[in-house]
């Protein structure tokens, strides 16, 4: 019985290896065609006033001919193309990224390769940049966002520095009387910030003062709990930790952020402090200047019996850009902000580019935004609103106001 039934099984092996074999075939025939791979751009120190000369060299590694090549830049906005070169096309997307796009009418046959040149301007602002290159698989103009051995995306590290500092602000009020205060965060640059590989952001920590209870606050502020934040905006809280959705601090920005305090009985006069940090309370590598750090909210607390209280309203600023009111999230150009509603949209991926007009400016959903990203590029085309690839940490807060810790413990490497 055993030998009969091993017979039966090897005659169905049989019959299924023939039944598979022009599947098989099919298949692998399917799978032959050119396959280009991109050669890897230097990583070495970019610095920002430079201009970089590099080349990038595309083989094809397949079993057919690769019928011309499509080669496609994206560079963020603290990188340009220094000159635009014949064959090439190139844009500015919404989200301020450089796209360029060249077409090389070369065959190459299997195994052959070809080498072309790349220029790139690192400008006063770069500092945590990004750059997308290389072609598609078989020649043609690659799908941005996903990358492989033929279009590849390489985080640039600029050799540069950005200032964080805090703002702090005035009020003076009697017990009983609800105060506004605004803190802010401001970037001093020189370069710009768009951190798309942690998802420890820089961000704000708002101290509220004693004897005062935060009774409204903006929705972009967190409860910060024993090393990061403990879950979404809400009221009555002593700690919080601010930052804009996007992530993104241009040179000369001042995000702020607008708390209505009610003082209690028997409150003295009273300050907390403002501190320029990250979402899980790090300082970032970057910043390079702690003095301005630290700032204070600072109640004076006015007599009752006296008559004298103003009952709302905050007075001013401390340690840079004035204010009056505010709006509870917001960004302004220039270290001011102004009474109204400011709430920032934008981007969060490494995104923005470098050929817009230098010192322009653009309002989005209320808030004032400084624009100062030029140049040009090499050699490249077609514009893409799809945003730079990002890291995995970059998805810090989440729909509710939750935030991701995984990548905590590596960030603290960056302490100082």
Same mark, same amino acid.
């Given at each position: 019985? =055993? ?6 099984? *090897? ?6 290896? &023939? ?15 050119? /396959? ?14 430079? &201009? ?24 963020? =906005?603290?990188?340009?193309? @220094? ?7 190139? /844009? ?46 078989? +020649? ?12 590849? /995306?390489? @985080? ?7 200032? #964080?500092?805090?703002? +702090? ?66 009221? +009555? ?16 920005? #001042? ?27 790090? %300082? ?10 630290? *700032? ?9 019996? /006296? ?29 001011? %902000? ?9 981007? %969060? ?32 085309? *077609?514009?893409?609103?799809?945003? #730079? ?28």
């Amino acid at each position: 019985m =055993r030998h009969r039934i091993s017979s039966v099984s *090897a005659v169905a092996a049989a019959l299924l290896a &023939v039944t598979l074999a022009p599947a098989v075939q099919a298949q692998a025939a399917d799978a032959a065609g050119p /396959s280009l791979v991109v050669s890897e751009l230097s990583s070495d120190p970019w610095k920002p006033g430079e &201009v970089r000369t590099d080349s990038l060299t595309f083989t094809n590694q397949g079993d057919a001919p690769a019928d011309g090549v499509t080669m496609r830049l994206r560079i963020t =906005r603290g990188l340009a193309f @220094p000159e635009h070169a014949a064959g090439c096309t190139y /844009s500015t997307d919404s989200d301020q990224v450089s796209v360029a796009v060249c077409h090389f009418d070369k065959v190459l046959e299997p195994g052959q390769h070809f080498t072309a040149p790349v220029d790139f301007k690192v400008l006063p602002k770069a500092l945590l940049e990004n750059v997308e290159y290389g072609t598609g698989t078989a +020649g043609g103009d690659p799908a941005s966002g996903s990358t492989d051995t033929s279009y590849r /995306s390489l @985080p640039v590290t600029a050799d540069n520095t950005a200032d #964080l500092a805090a703002v +702090g602000d005035t009020a003076k009020g009697k017990p009983g009387d609800q105060v506004t205060v605004t803190a802010g965060l401001r970037n001093d640059g020189p370069g710009w910030i768009d951190d798309n590989t942690s998802d420890d952001q820089p961000a704000v920590m708002v101290n509220i003062p004693e004897g005062t209870t935060a009774v409204e606050v903006p929705k972009d502020c967190m409860p910060f709990g024993i090393d990061g934040p403990s879950g979404p905006s809400a009221p +009555g809280k002593r700690k919080y930790v601010c930052l804009p959705p996007e992530h993104i601090y241009e040179v000369g920005s #001042l995000n702020s952020y607008k708390f209505v305090l009610r003082i209690e009985k028997g409150a003295k006069d009273t300050s907390s402090e403002v501190k320029a940090t990250s979402v899980y309370d790090i %300082h970032p590598a970057f910043d390079k200047n702690p003095s301005n750090d630290k *700032a204070k909210l600072t109640l004076d607390v006015t007599d009752p019996a /006296s008559g004298t209280g103003s009952g709302s309203g905050s007075s001013g600023s401390t340690n840079g850009g004035s204010s009056t009111g505010g709006s509870s999230s917001g960004t302004t150009t220039g270290g001011t %902000h102004t009474t109204g509603t400011a709430t920032q949209s934008g981007t %969060h991926t490494q995104s923005t580019g470098g050929t817009g007009t230098s010192g322009s400016a653009s309002t989005t959903g209320g808030a004032t935004t400084g624009g100062d990203a030029t140049g040009t590029m090499a050699s490249t085309g *077609a514009s893409s609103n799809t945003p #730079l690839l990002t890291g995995a940490g970059v998805a810090a807060v989440a729909a509710g106001g939750a935030l991701v810790f995984a990548l905590r413990r590596r960030n603290a490497a960056k302490v100082q």
